[in-house]
């Protein structure tokens, strides 16, 4: 028997079939069994955050930003924190307990359905979890009257590959994660820091500049954020196709990374 | 075929051969490699070394052939807490390329099957274990495999959903269905099994259908008596070429000589708590693979 047969490479890029769309449809059937309480979060609290900070708090910054007011400097950042929430804890918390605790992913490898498409699956599940949460947050900015583009129609479009990112990189931490408890550290190390330097309660600008350069280039949610707000207020430059590419490219990469991990995880 | 985790040798280098139609099983003490095996058989393990086919397919180039002909019913539940019975059914069918209507008659059929019919619309955290397990069983038949492979398939079972299994175990194979089992229930194997293969270690040390392991091994019947230094004596004297075995406060005794040698020897010897029973696929167990606990 040739060895070279029984070694996996190192990072290969996955075989997909349409197979993936059934892990995809599992995770939808089973949101919408209990959807009247999935859909209360995104719902709620944009409304909490455009109250207190962008009425309450927004009332004590006398100044506009970048030539808009306060409350309209956040709320295309709420919008784009859903999409980051929305998709990294679905493929955290969610998918480690699918794997773990449920054994849900041994259950559907045991059928036509490979490995590498399970997990594309969750991915694109979390995905679509950006789509659905981003897309409430974007009604409710709507109510509040805070939108000023018709570009704003491309947001849901762009929530797709903004929650991919998200969903791989969290992916990402599940293959690593010995228990649930893990994704603290990724929680208060990843996710915090970025819910809070990315431009999206006060612009980058304000930050000091080594920390401004790491926030500006290194932080995804800073280029989600970017592309959110340019499609709400219309102000499309060059910038926002810079981080567009930057958003695909990371996304491709640890689409690839972390699939990669699971299997190894899974199956070794 | 071989399988290795981090160094550690689950699987060292077996040789085996299931025959379309028999039910064969995989007897072990924990760790000795039965679920690798099994899992190895439905593709989701790679091999580490050496090859496997199924049906004429080798598992390394055409998992997803063999996984759509092969039902897998595991060890732990991994039914998901997220539906009901028969929508887990209907889910996993899904997964098999099976159209809505069809899913939903066999699921039908198969919860009618396994007696689960007025547990449809409930949700899994409310079955008892042997429902479960029937679940299981009806989950992996859902595809109509040729093959169908079940982990320890009445592990903690109460006698009556254990009976229950073993009957439609015993339905399926009359039914031309190829049936792989593990256990470590010696009932079980002699009861479900036209062949045993008995693992230890990550290697198979000895196969053969129930009977002819236990003829083999520890003949056909088997004395037991209270220990007692008289009593060894005599036995050592009266059947030299017997094995005997002490166990705590009773001695065991195998023998291949005839039927009523153990008879003969009561009636001239007065052996306190003597009893002989029929030798059985334990007695073959314990001798070939040790007493030793394995945890």
């Not at chain 1, 994660?177 to 893990?182: V, W």
């Given at each position: 028997m040739n060895r070279a047969e029984n070694i996996t490479p190192r990072l290969a890029f996955p075989s997909l079939t349409y197979r993936l769309w059934k892990v995809w449809r599992r995770d939808l059937d089973a949101f919408m069994k209990t959807y009247q309480v999935n859909f209360l979060p995104p719902l709620f609290e944009p409304i909490l955050y455009l109250l207190a900070l962008g009425l309450g708090l927004g009332s004590l910054v006398n100044k506009t930003i970048e030539g808009i007011s306060y409350i309209q400097f956040i709320a295309p950042a709420l919008i784009s924190i859903s999409m980051m929430y929305g998709s990294f804890f679905e493929c955290t918390y969610s998918s480690f307990v699918r794997m773990y605790y449920q054994r849900t992913f041994e259950g559907i490898i045991a059928t036509p359905v490979s490995v590498e498409e399970v997990i594309a699956g969750e991915l694109l599940w979390g995905a679509t979890r950006a789509l659905i949460n981003s897309t409430i947050v974007l009604a409710v900015v709507a109510a509040f009257r805070l939108i000023s583009s018709p570009l704003f129609i491309l947001i849901p479009l762009l929530s797709f590959p903004v929650g991919l990112m998200f969903s791989s990189l969290g992916m990402c931490f599940t293959a690593l994660?010995?228990?649930?408890?893990?994704f603290n550290y990724p929680g208060f190390l990843f996710i915090t820091p970025m819910f809070l330097l990315s431009g999206t309660f006060f612009p980058i600008s304000s930050l000091p500049p080594a920390v401004e350069g790491v926030a500006q280039v290194l932080l995804p949610l800073t280029h989600a954020v970017n592309l959110t707000r340019g499609l709400i207020l219309g102000r499309v430059d060059i910038g926002l196709l810079l981080s567009f590419i930057w958003i695909v490219g990371v996304t491709i990469v640890f689409f690839i990374i972390s699939i990669n991990l699971m299997k190894k995880r899974l199956i070794d | 075929m071989t399988k290795k985790y981090n160094g550690l040798v689950a699987v060292d280098g077996i040789d085996f051969e299931v025959f379309k139609g028999e039910c064969c099983g995989f007897l072990g003490p924990?760790?000795?490699g039965k679920t690798t095996t099994i899992k190895m058989i439905h593709c989701v393990l790679p091999l580490s070394a050496g090859v496997l086919t199924v049906a004429g397919l080798n598992v390394s180039e055409k998992p997803r052939e063999i996984k759509k002909m092969i039902g897998v019913a595991p060890q732990e539940s991994n039914l998901d807490?997220?539906?009901?019975v028969l929508n887990n059914l209907l889910v996993y069918a899904r997964y098999f390329d099976i159209p809505k209507q069809v899913a939903f008659e066999r699921s039908k059929e198969m919860l009618k099957f396994l007696q689960l019919e007025e547990k449809a619309d409930v949700i899994i955290s409310q079955l008892s274990t042997g429902m479960k397990r029937r679940l299981l069983l009806a989950r992996a038949l859902i595809n109509d495999p040729q093959i169908l492979l079940l982990d320890e398939p009445t592990t903690g079972l109460d006698p009556q959903a254990r009976h229950l299994i073993w009957d439609k175990v015993r339905n399926l194979r009359k039914r031309g269905v190829t049936i792989i089992l593990t256990t470590h229930y010696m009932d079980e194997a002699a009861e479900l099994c036209d062949r045993t293969l008995i693992m230890d270690g990550g290697r198979i040390i000895d196969e053969g259908s129930p009977v002819a392991l236990i003829k083999k091994h520890v003949g056909g019947e088997v004395l037991e008596a209270d220990y007692d230094e008289a009593v060894l004596k005599a036995l050592k004297e009266r059947l030299p070429g017997a094995r005997l075995e002490i166990l705590g406060d009773r001695v065991h005794v195998f023998t291949d000589q005839p039927h009523g040698t153990f008879e003969r020897f009561l009636e001239d010897f007065d052996a306190r708590g003597a009893m002989i029973r029929k030798a059985n696929l334990e007695d073959v167990f314990l001798k070939i693979t040790g007493r030793q606990l394995r945890e």
């Open positions: 994660a010995p228990n649930i408890d893990f | 924990n760790g000795a807490p997220d539906f009901t």
